[in-house]
C-alpha cells in the first residue's frame, strides 16, 4: 500500500520562504528575540543561577565527578565564558541554540521561518513559558528540550537538513545528552518512541517516515562517549553518579523504605545499614538526600552508600510491586502538575556564592550584586509570572494531543510526528523526573515551551492551509 500525501503539497525543503526584510532590521529582529530569551539575566544583571550552579562550575575547576552533576557540562561552561572570562557567555550560548533550533523546526515544519516570524515565535514563548528563565541560567535544565528537538529533528526531519546542519544539530543534542543522565534517559526513551512509529508510518499512516538510525547513534554514542571520556579525564570509566540514591529519595517520601524496614529490621537488625537509625528516617527525599543530620551521611553518603541503597530499592520492588508501580504512577502524575516558574531561584544560594568567593572572586561583585542575591521580593514576581505560566503549561499539554489528533485526521504526517514527540518528551521527563527522582516544579517547566510550540506550529499550519483553501479557484 502506498503511503497517503499531505493533503496539500509541501512546499519544499525551506518551507514558507518570506520576503527578504532589510539587513539591519532583520539584525535588530534577532537582537530582539535574544533579548526576549536572556531578559531575566538581563533584569537581574547577573546570568540566573541555582544551588547546583556551583556544583557545575567546580566540576570544571576540580576535574573530578560528583553525584548529579556533569563534568561535561562544567566543562561547557569554562569553554562557552572563554576560560571564566566572562560567565555571559555560557547563556548568551543557549540563546543562540535556542533561536537556531527554533528556526530549524519552524522552516522544517513547512511554516514560515523568516526572521520576523522567529523573532515573534521567540517572544510568544518567552512571554507565555518559563523557557527565558533556564536559556539566562547557568545551569543544563534548558538543554532537556533541546535534546528533544535535535532528536526530532535528526529522526524526523533528516531529509530536510543540510549536511551541515545534520551535524550541528548532532554536536548540540550530544552535549545535551551528555550534560545530564535523565537527558540520557529520555533520550532513550524517545529513540524507543521513534522506533516504535517508525512501522507504524508504512501503510498510508499520517505519522510520516521517521528514521530511528540517526537518533539511535547519536544516543548509542553518548553512552558510549561518557565512560570513556571520563577515563581520560579522570580516570574512572564509569557515568555520572548518584542514580540509586536519587530513586532511594523518592521511595523514603512515599513511605516504601520505612515500610521495608519495619518488615525486615525486627527480624534481622543488620539486613540492612540503615536498620539502626530507622527512627530517624525523614519523611521526604530532600531531607534524606542533602539534610546534615540525614541518616543517608552516616551509611557513607555519595559513593559510600550507593551500594546498599540501590539493593535496598531492588528488594522494595521485589517486596511491594504493586505499591512501587501505584506510587510511580502517582509521582509521574504529581509531576506533570508541577509547572511553576521560578523554583528554588529565590532561596539563598549559599554553596554557588561560596564557589565564586573561593574560586572565581572576579565574579564575586558581580554576582552579589544582582537582584537575585539582593534578597530583592522576586518571589512575589513568580507568583505573578505564574498567573499566565501554570495556566498555560496545563494546557499545552491538552494542546499538543489536540494537535495530534488534528494532524492525524487530516494527514499531515510532519506536524504529527513533532506532537507525537514532543507529548511522548513530556510524558517522559514527568515519569523520569517524578517517579526516578522527586517531583519538583522545575523540571517539567523547563519542558512547557515545547508543548506550547506544537500548538503554535498547529496554529500556523491550520493558518495557512484556511489561506490556501480560500485562494484556490472555484471549480467552474
Not at 530582539?32 to 566540576?59: E, I, K, S
Not at 536559556?135 to 537538513?161: E, I, K, N
Not at 510526528?417 to 522545575?442: E, K, Q, T
Request: net charge positive; hydrophobic share 50%; proline share 8%.
Amino acid at each position: 500500500m502506498n503511503d497517503c500525501p499531505d493533503p496539500v503539497p509541501a512546499p519544499g525543503p525551506q518551507g514558507h520562504r518570506p520576503a527578504e526584510l532589510p539587513l539591519t532590521l532583520r539584525l535588530g529582529l534577532l537582537a530582539l528575540a535574544l533579548g526576549a530569551l536572556l531578559h531575566p539575566a538581563l533584569w537581574n544583571g547577573f546570568p540566573v543561577v541555582f544551588f547546583d550552579t556551583g556544583g557545575y562550575l567546580m566540576r570544571a575547576l576540580e576535574m573530578e565527578l560528583e553525584p548529579g552533576r556533569s563534568l561535561f557540562y562544567g566543562l561547557f561552561l569554562q569553554a562557552a565564558s572563554l576560560r571564566w572570562l566572562s560567565l555571559w557567555g555560557p547563556v548568551l550560548v543557549h540563546g543562540l541554540v535556542v533561536l537556531w533550533l527554533l528556526r530549524l523546526t519552524l522552516r522544517t515544519l513547512h511554516l514560515p521561518f523568516g526572521t520576523a516570524t522567529l523573532a515573534g515565535t521567540a517572544a510568544l514563548l518567552a512571554g507565555l513559558t518559563a523557557l527565558p528563565w533556564f536559556t539566562a541560567q547557568l545551569m543544563p535544565d534548558v538543554l532537556v528540550p533541546v535534546a528533544v528537538l535535535c532528536l526530532w529533528l535528526l529522526g524526523f526531519r533528516w531529509d530536510r537538513l543540510g549536511r551541515w546542519e545534520r551535524a550541528g544539530v548532532a554536536g548540540i543534542g550530544m552535549l545535551a545528552l551528555l550534560s545530564h543522565m535523565s537527558t540520557m534517559a529520555l533520550g532513550l526513551g524517545l529513540v524507543v518512541g521513534i522506533a516504535l512509529l517508525a512501522p507504524l508510518a508504512r501503510g498510508g499512516d499520517p505519522l510520516g517516515r521517521p528514521r530511528p538510525g540517526p537518533p539511535a547513534l547519536l544516543v548509542a554514542a553518548s553512552l558510549l562517549l561518557m565512560p570513556l571520556l571520563h577515563l581520560g579525564l579522570v580516570g574512572q570509566a564509569t557515568y555520572t553518579p548518584g542514580g540509586p540514591v536519587f530513586v532511594f529519595g523518592r521511595l523514603v517520601q512515599d513511605g516504601i523504605v520505612q515500610r521495608l524496614l519495619d518488615d525486615r529490621c525486627p527480624q534481622d537488625p543488620d539486613a540492612y545499614a540503615l536498620c539502626p537509625w530507622q527512627a530517624d528516617l525523614p519523611t521526604t527525599a530532600n531531607d534524606f538526600i542533602w539534610h546534615r543530620d540525614s541518616p543517608f551521611r552516616r551509611i557513607g553518603w555519595w559513593g559510600g552508600a550507593d551500594a546498599e541503597l540501590a539493593r535496598m530499592v531492588r528488594d522494595a520492588v521485589a517486596a511491594y510491586p504493586g505499591e512501587v508501580a501505584l506510587t510511580a504512577l502517582r509521582a509521574t502524575a504529581t509531576q506533570l502538575g508541577r509547572v511553576a516558574t521560578g523554583d528554588g531561584l529565590d532561596e539563598w544560594q549559599d554553596f554557588t556564592r561560596w564557589t565564586f568567593r573561593r574560586h572565581m572572586p572576579e565574579h564575586l561583585p558581580g554576582f552579589a550584586a544582582a537582584r537575585q542575591q539582593r534578597q530583592e521580593p522576586i518571589g512575589e514576581l513568580f507568583a505573578g509570572l505564574n498567573l499566565v505560566h501554570r495556566p498555560v503549561a496545563w494546557l499545552s499539554l491538552a494542546g499538543t494531543a489536540g494537535v495530534l489528533a488534528w494532524a492525524l485526521a487530516t494527514r499531515r504526517r510532519h506536524l504529527a510526528g513533532f506532537a507525537a514527540l514532543v507529548l511522548l518528551a513530556l510524558l517522559g521527563n514527568a515519569f523520569i523526573s517524578g517517579a526516578l527522582s522527586n517531583p519538583h516544579d522545575r523540571y517539567q517547566s523547563r519542558m512547557v515551551w515545547l508543548g506550547v510550540l506544537a500548538m503554535l506550529a498547529g496554529a500556523l499550519e491550520w493558518w495557512h492551509a484556511r489561506d490556501r483553501i480560500r485562494s484556490a479557484p472555484a471549480s467552474p
